[in-house]
Nanobody, 126 residues
Framework: QVQLVESGGGLVQAGGSLRLSCAASGRTFTAYNMGWFRQAPGKEREFVATILWSGRIVFYADSVKGRFTISRDNVKNTVYLQMYSLKPEDAAVYYC???????????????????WGQGTQVTVSS
């Protein structure tokens, strides 16, 4: 198991930026592909972005492509989500997740992840 702790959420105006961080501990960080998901009130948890253990392959939800960037620092055992041009519809609790890497395949469904952080709130004012 790997333990995940998110930080960096907050209140931002529409059009603004935020960077979320997720610090991992417990197991070898490079054994895991990492992902970000979000859940707004009354909605199901949805995929945002994922990154391969090496950082060499990333994949985004269409709704955030071109505005969000996922990255990782395998020395600091941390994954980041840089968010630009935020919209009110981006407001949600953002969760960091991890699953053991299986080759080059990235996962974009929550069922494929078995390690989750507690979430960090992102609020976007219009």
């Amino acid at each position: 198991q790997v333990q995940l702790v998110e930080s960096g959420g907050g209140l931002v105006q529409a059009g603004g930026s935020l960077r979320l961080s997720c610090a991992a501990s417990g197991r070898t960080f490079t054994a895991y592909n990492m992902g970000w998901f979000r859940q707004a009130p009354g909605k199901e948890r949805e995929f945002v972005a994922t990154i391969l253990w090496s950082g060499r392959i990333v994949f985004y939800a269409d709704s955030v492509k071109g505005r969000f960037t996922i990255s990782r620092d395998n020395v600091k055992n941390t994954v980041y989500l840089q968010m630009y041009s935020l919209k009110p519809e981006d407001a949600a609790v953002y969760y960091c997740a991890a699953h053991l890497s299986r080759g080059q395949r990235l996962a974009n469904t929550s069922a494929e992840y078995d390690n989750w952080g507690q979430g960090t709130q992102v609020t976007v004012s219009s």
